[in-house]
C-alpha cells in the first residue's frame, strides 16, 4: 500500500502533565484514574520474550524502543500522562489472537487502538495496548462494489482507495482518525443523510475474541448477534475488529459550499436563528455542519463568528436558495459555492488535523433548537472565560436525519429519530493557567446542562464524553440491555474495558 498517506507522527509538547491536563482530569474523576498498570507492572521481560515469538510480522514496543515516543500518545493531548507500559504492534489478525491469549494468561485488559483518536482518550493505558495499526494489507474494491478494509486503516487510507474507484462510504472529515473507531461508533459524515450512518453499510466483520477465537460476524451468520453490536455498539467492548467489508455508492460531482459569518456586524444571533430554521427543511441529499463561535477577545473584521461548511448533491442554486434567509440576515465575509467531483470536493471539506487537548459533550435534538435555547446558547457563548491564546470553543451542529433517520435494518446505533447532533465543544492552549482551564470546563458543563434539555437524551458514542451521565443509556438508548447480553456471550470476562464500556448482564 505505497501509495497511501504515511501513519502521522503526533508530537506531543512534551512528556510531563501540564497543568491543564491536572485541572481536566481532576475534574473528569472516571478517567483519572491509572487502572491498568497492575498486571503490566509485574511483567517480566521473559513475558514480553514468549508474546515477541507468537507474532507474526507485528512486534512489541516498550518505552525507549523505535516508535514510542509517537505511537505511545492518542489525539486529544488532554491524556498525555497516559502511557503504555508496552505496545503489541500487530500486522494481522495472528498477531491480535496471539495477543489477546496472551493478555488473558496473565490477567491483563489490554486497551485497543486503531487511530488514537477517541475524544475521552480511552484507548490510552498505563497497562498494554494492542495496536492494529500494522493491519494495513488487502485493502480492495471487489467486482460486486463491496470493499474489503483492513481494521488498522485510517480514514485517509480509505479515501485514496475509494477514490481510485470512484465509489464512496458515509465518511468524516479527518484523515487520521481510525477506520475501526470510526465505523464501530456508527461514523457520521455528511453523506449520512442520504446513505445513512457509516455503520449502516456493514456487511461483515472479522472480530478476534476475548477467548482467542476470529470469527468472520454477518447479519445472518451464527454471529449475527456479534455483527449487530458492531453496528454502533463501539469499540473495546466485545473483541477487537481486524477486518471489514462495506457496500460502497458510486458517486460523480457534489456541490460544496463554505459560508463564513463574523462578529463585526453583531449580526451572528440571527444569521444562526435562520441557518437552524431553514436548513433542518433541506432534503436529503444536503449535509452540512454548522459552528457558533465563543467570541474571543477584541475579534476584528475577519474573525469567524459563524462557520458552515457542507455539501450538496445537486446544482448550486439549491444551495443558494437554501441559505438565501441567512444571507439576508447577516452579510457573510467568505462565501464559496462550487460543483466539483466527489472526491476533490472531500479534499475540499476535510479538516486540518490539529492536535490539541479538547472535551466535546454532544447530544441529539429533534426539530430546529428552539429560539430561547438559541438566545441561551448565544449567552453563553459571549461569557465563554477562555483568554489564552489557543483557548477556543464553539457550539457546533451536525445535520442528521434523512437516511440515518430511517435504516434498512435493525442496528446498535439508535440515533435515528434526531436532525441535528449539537455539540459544545472547548480547547485549550497548553499555556493556559489552571484557574482558567477550571472556569472553562465550569463554563462548559453549565452550557451543556442547560442545552441537554433540548436534546433526545442521546449523546453520540463517538464523540465519547468523560463527564456524561448514565453514558451507556446516552449512547445506546434502547439497544443497552441486548448489547449487555453480547457481551455476556463473547466476552463474560469482560476482559474489554473501559469507563464508559458496556457492562456484562448479569
Ligand atoms: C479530529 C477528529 C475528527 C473526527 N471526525 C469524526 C467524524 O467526522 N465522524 C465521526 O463519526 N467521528 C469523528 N470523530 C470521532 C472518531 O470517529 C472517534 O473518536 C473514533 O472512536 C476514533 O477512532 P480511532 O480508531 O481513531 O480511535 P481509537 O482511540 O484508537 O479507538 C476508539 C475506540 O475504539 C476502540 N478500538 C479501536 N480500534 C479497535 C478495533 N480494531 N477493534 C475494537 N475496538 C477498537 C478503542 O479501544 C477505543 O475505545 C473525530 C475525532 C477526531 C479527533
Redesign the pocket.
Known amino acids: 500500500m505505497s501509495s497511501l498517506p504515511a501513519r502521522p507522527a503526533m508530537p506531543r509538547r512534551g512528556f510531563l502533565l501540564g497543568a491543564a491536563s491536572v485541572a481536566f482530569l481532576s475534574a473528569c474523576p472516571s478517567i483519572a484514574r491509572a487502572a491498568d498498570a497492575g498486571p503490566a507492572a509485574r511483567l517480566k521481560p521473559s513475558d514480553w520474550l514468549e508474546l515477541e515469538r507468537a507474532l507474526q510480522g507485528g512486534r512489541i514496543i516498550l518505552p525507549g524502543s523505535k516508535g514510542y515516543p509517537e505511537l505511545s500518545v ?2 486529544n493531548g488532554a491524556y498525555e500522562n497516559l502511557r503504555p507500559a508496552g505496545i503489541i504492534w500487530c500486522a494481522g489478525a495472528p498477531d491480535v489472537v496471539a495477543g489477546v491469549n496472551w493478555c488473558r494468561a496473565r490477567g491483563i485488559e489490554p ?9 475521552a482518550g ?2 490510552m493505558t498505563d497497562g498494554v495496548m494492542i495496536s ?1 495499526g500494522g493491519i494495513t494489507q488487502g485493502a480492495r474494491v471487489d467486482g460486486d462494489g463491496t470493499v474489503f478494509l483492513p ?1 488498522g486503516l485510517m480514514n485517509g487510507h480509505v479515501y485514496s482507495l475509494l477514490r481510485r474507484h470512484n465509489v464512496a462510504l458515509t465518511t ?3 484523515t487520521t ?2 477506520l ?3 465505523l ?6 455528511f453523506s449520512m443523510r442520504n446513505w445513512g450512518v457509516a455503520s449502516d453499510l456493514l456487511l461483515e466483520t472479522e472480530v478476534v475474541l476475548a477467548d482467542g477465537r476470529k470469527v468472520i460476524a454477518t447479519p445472518d451468520g451464527p454471529d449475527g448477534q456479534l455483527f449487530w453490536a458492531c453496528t454502533g455498539g ?3 467492548n466485545f ?4 477486518a471489514f467489508r462495506l457496500k460502497t455508492m458510486p458517486v460523480s460531482t457534489v456541490t460544496v459550499f463554505q459560508i463564513q459569518w463574523g462578529f463585526a456586524g453583531g449580526k451572528e444571533h440571527a444569521v444562526a436563528r435562520a441557518l437552524l430554521r431553514d436548513l433542518t427543511t433541506a432534503d436529503n441529499k444536503f449535509g452540512s455542519r454548522l459552528s457558533l463561535k465563543a467570541r474571543p477577545p477584541g475579534p476584528d473584521n475577519t474573525t469567524v463568528a459563524i462557520d458552515l461548511i457542507g455539501q450538496y448533491v445537486g446544482a448550486p442554486a439549491y444551495v443558494e436558495k437554501l441559505l438565501s434567509g441567512a444571507m439576508r440576515a447577516g452579510r457573510p465575509i467568505k462565501k464559496v459555492i462550487r460543483t466539483m467531483a466527489y472526491w476533490k470536493a472531500q479534499d475540499f471539506l476535510s ?1 486540518d488535523d490539529t492536535l490539541d487537548r479538547f472535551h466535546e459533550r454532544s447530544a441529539f435534538v429533534a426539530g430546529s433548537l428552539s429560539d430561547e435555547a438559541l438566545d441561551q446558547a448565544y449567552g453563553f457563548l459571549e461569557k465563554f472565560p477562555g483568554r489564552t491564546n489557543g483557548t477556543h470553543a464553539d457550539f457546533r451542529f451536525f445535520q442528521t436525519g434523512g437516511k440515518m433517520n430511517k435504516p434498512d435494518r435493525e442496528s446498535a446505533f439508535v440515533h435515528r429519530r434526531s436532525d441535528w447532533l449539537m455539540d459544545a465543544g472547548m480547547s485549550w492552549a497548553p499555556a493556559a493557567p489552571v484557574a482558567e482551564i477550571e472556569g472553562c470546563i465550569d463554563w462548559q458543563n453549565a452550557f451543556f446542562e442547560r442545552m441537554w434539555r433540548e436534546g433526545t437524551g442521546g449523546a453520540f458514542q ?3 464524553d468523560p463527564a456524561l451521565q448514565n453514558p451507556q443509556a446516552a449512547y445506546y438508548g434502547d439497544a443497552l440491555d441486548r448489547l449487555k447480553q453480547v457481551k455476556k456471550t463473547y466476552d463474560p470476562g469482560n476482559m474489554f474495558n ?1 469507563a464508559q464500556s458496556i457492562p456484562v448482564a448479569a
Open positions: 492518542g489525539y486497551k485497543i487502538r486503531s487511530g488514537g483518536h477517541c475524544y480511552f484507548s492494529t481494521g468524516g472529515r479527518c482518525v481510525g475501526s473507531g470510526f464501530l461508533g456508527g461514523g457520521i459524515g463501539s469499540g473495546n473483541g477487537v475488529n481486524t479538516e463517538n464523540f465519547a473501559y
